[in-house]
């Protein structure tokens, strides 16, 4: 049933929410009870006026009589209805039940939210109790004191004939290494139970510089002139608190700066609008590396083609150099990570662009395109073997880099928390189930 069509549901529900009698109604609009009931029930279309008046006297707004719930609202309800593989779910009717049931259907929808938002909470977890450095490292510290601690403790406890001076220095010992492990366990407790304000002394350089990046939109304004002065922008950011942090700053900078000054701004827009998301295009067009493409299409401002797509580097040795989050796609904070596998592909045919489709394994199942490159770095000389980095820019599958009706990989964030129990990639077991 089109949703302009169930304006009568919506004031029927509306009218016992609100405690009223039809008649009780009727009488206050000033038409019969038994027209109201017509209306009521989707028999005669409403509008003008009457509608004005009905929504007055039911104090709401007559667009949500009209039109009933956000188009966004019954989205969310049929992605619930999708992602309940065990039930089939009547999806042709989401229109009516949000326009009935405006309250249920917003329950749901936000129990669907809030699921979403625990299962990324749980893939965040997961990576950083796996692979977090700084969680290692204070592990290791509070298990190193407590075997020392016990070490101490049983030669005290064995020992029937000890030396004064010697159980006193194991006396001390303990006590020192009681208060080291007292302080090791408050900072581990800090750090797991740290605020928003707390954890940024805790981030590394290459961290620190990503939010740098992510609080400007990974756009800087300052790099789009010629001869910028990157020098003077890095010593008066006050959000480069470390000379390594400032270092990692420079060269992406210097990085950002060769691409705008090979891409210009209001030209690559110009050829984004013309041509589209083809780094193949735009590097022929520009005559530059796809690599340089794939990275000035992440640094778009907002609003432009290309602003909402995401980007990861890595070397030949996985580990992460530069990462651009994107909504709904899951890229580890220390790990590697299923999702990646174009990234990690590409070092198998270098100087290749490939070009993937991937579907995150979470209740939305979103879809992204993933376009990427493996390059050498620096200039080549004699009897040296080249290092690669690989580039991939990120896209969501609705800007169709490939072809509408491409089918999408299956990949989740961590073997840990993926679902998916037939990949032949599996690591370990799942912590979670088919139903989660």
Partial sequence: MARDTLTGSRIRERRIMAGLRQAD???????????????????????????????????????MLAEGAEAALIAILREAAADAKSVSAETDKADEFAGRFPGWAEVLAKSHRRVASLERTVETLTDRVTHDPQLAASLHEVLSTA???????????ETQELEPEWRNRFHRNINEDSARLAESS????????????????LISPQEEVEALLADQGHFFAALEVDAPDIRKIIETEPRLTSAAARH????????????????????????????????????????????SVLRRLAAMPEGTPGSNTGLVVCDSSGAMLFRKAIEGFSVPRFGTSCPLWPLFSAFSRPMTPICQRVEQISRDASQFDCIAIAHPIGEPALNMDPIYHSTMLIVPASQAVLPVATPGKPVGSTCRVCTRERCIARREPSILNEGF
Avoid at 26 to 31: F, K, Y
Avoid at 192 to 201: K, R
Avoid at 270 to 276: D, Q, S
């Fill in 25 to 63: 109604l009727a009488r206050q609009i000033d038409i019969s009870a038994s027209y109201l009931n017509l209306i009521e029930h989707n028999r005669r279309r409403i509008g003008g006026k009457l509608l004005l008046d009905i929504a007055r006297v039911l104090q709401v707004e007559p667009s």
């Fill in 147 to 157: 075997a020392a601690i016990r070490s101490t403790a049983s030669i005290l406890a």
């Fill in 186 to 201: 408050k900072a581990l407790v800090g750090y797991l139970d740290s605020t928003d304000a707390q954890q940024d002394d």
């Fill in 248 to 291: 990692v700053a420079r060269g992406v900078m210097e990085q950002y700066a060769r691409d705008a000054a090979a891409m210009p701004l209001d030209q690559f827009h110009a050829a984004l609008l013309e041509i589209g998301i083809d780094p193949i295009a735009l590097a022929r067009r520009f005559g530059v590396p796809v690599q």
